[in-house]
Structure formats: structure tokens, C-alpha cells
């Protein structure tokens, strides 16, 4: 469950800091780099500050299977 909720999240901070980028103010584009350096971090440590902030806030770390 939490894999799918730090997906989403991540997808929405890169797609709303990239249209402010480009509409608003082009220091958005920082926490897109932000953004991409903790996907980063996660890949080369298994270590990610979400899924640190969702366990503190209670989410289920439960699998969940799609498939059936």
C-alpha cells in the first residue's frame, strides 16, 4: 500500500512543481530536483523519507495483490 501511495505522491509533486516551473516561477523546478534526488537516495540505500513519514503517521505497510 505505501508503494502506491508514494508513487502518487511523487508523481504529483513532479507534474504540479514542473507546470509551476513553467507558468508560475522557474525556482519550482527545484523540488522537482528534490524530488529526483530522494527517488535517488531510495534506489542506492533502500531508504526513503516518505515511507518514513507514512509509517510515522500510521499507514499500513500491508501488501496488497491486484492480481486475483
Do not use: E, P
Request: positive net charge; charged residues 10%; contains cysteine.
Amino acid at each position: 500500500m505505501q508503494t502506491r501511495i508514494v508513487h502518487a505522491i511523487a508523481g504529483t509533486f513532479i507534474l504540479g512543481s514542473l507546470l509551476l516551473g513553467i507558468y508560475v516561477s522557474s525556482n519550482w523546478f527545484w523540488l522537482t530536483g528534490f524530488v529526483g534526488i530522494n527517488m535517488w537516495i531510495h534506489a542506492l540505500t533502500n531508504w526513503c523519507l516518505m515511507y518514513w513519514m507514512l509509517d510515522k503517521l500510521g499507514v499500513s505497510n500491508a501488501k496488497t495483490d491486484c492480481s486475483k
